[in-house]
């Protein structure tokens, strides 16, 4: 079959899913989490269904919380994220709630001061462009052929796109937050993503070099033939167990099991159908210049 025949409906479906995804970006951003920001989260389990709003929680904070976002986290479940705050003023708060509420139960307590928060927003863009540089020089060093390491970085960043978008979109409908959970599901993306493509593109460096004679489009068909199905087959066992993990590993991981499954779908989409198109037009290209 020939797989490359369809490389602009390839590069459709691509742009089919980065576009939304890049608007959103753009237009709203992503939510973060108080990993990012700052501040205190404190998650609480109602005994009772109670409808609880912003001016009914008001007269029962601590002093000096300055409540930013109050939202449903599941049944009779909601998430307060706010300034920075000790334990005991949470406890305050705690006993204040079960005054005025019934029982109250807290499911989670987090602080992260501002100087932390952004230490970390700066490792973590510092870990994805090392990532991503140390990939392109290893993949180009290995192949020893600068198009290779472009393309596999060019796929590297396609996932992580649409990754990122997303978020962005499940943020806006859905209050998806990204955290450091979220970091790692990104690295955990770049590392699967050019781990298929470097399998494909080193079966076109075995039958390049087993088949010096054939055009370049009718060795990228054929590597692409010869991979598609272990491919396939391999990510389907971690697909399947992600999809599960994401409908019931609870709420604590489950946004980060949806972008690892995210991550995984993309990641085997692209090594195949994008980063091998991608040396097909930089071959002819190529071409056309030396005509």
């Excluded at 089919?16 to 951003?29: E, K, M, T």
């Excluded at 927003?121 to 020089?137: N, R």
């Amino acid at each position: 079959m020939n797989f490359l025949r369809f490389r602009i409906f390839y590069f459709s479906l691509s742009l089919l899913f980065l576009v939304p995804g890049i608007f959103f970006l753009l237009r709203f951003g992503l939510r973060p989490s108080i990993d990012f920001v700052g501040g205190s989260l404190i998650e609480i389990r109602l005994s009772e269904p109670t409808e609880l709003t912003s001016e009914r929680l008001a007269p029962l904070l601590p002093e000096g919380y300055d409540l930013n976002t109050l939202q449903p986290s599941g049944e009779m479940k909601y998430q307060l994220k706010g300034s920075e705050i000790s334990n005991d003023q949470k406890d305050l708060f705690i006993q204040s709630a079960q005054a005025e509420l019934g029982p109250v139960e807290v499911l989670r307590f987090d602080t992260i001061g501002p100087t932390l928060s952004a230490e970390l927003l700066k490792k973590t863009l510092s870990a994805v462009l090392l990532v991503s540089g140390l990939i392109t020089l290893y993949v180009w060093y290995r192949f020893r052929d600068l198009k290779y390491g472009v393309c596999a970085t060019l796929a590297m960043f396609h996932d992580s796109l649409i990754l990122i978008g997303s978020f962005s979109i499940l943020g806006y409908f859905l209050g998806a937050e990204v955290d450091v959970l979220f970091v790692t599901a990104l690295l955990t993306t770049l590392s699967f993503s050019v781990h298929d493509t470097i399998v494909v593109y080193d079966r076109i460096r075995e039958l390049t070099h087993k088949h010096p004679k054939h055009s370049y489009a009718v060795i990228l068909n054929a590597a692409i033939t010869e991979t598609l199905a272990r491919s396939i087959n391999n990510s389907l066992t971690i697909i399947l167990m992600l999809f599960s993990l994401s409908l019931l590993g609870g709420e604590t991981i489950r946004w980060f099991s949806i972008a690892l499954l995210i991550g995984a779908i993309t990641g085997t989409y692209s090594s195949t159908f994008t980063a091998v198109p991608m040396l097909s037009l930089w071959d002819e290209i190529e071409k056309r210049k030396k005509k």
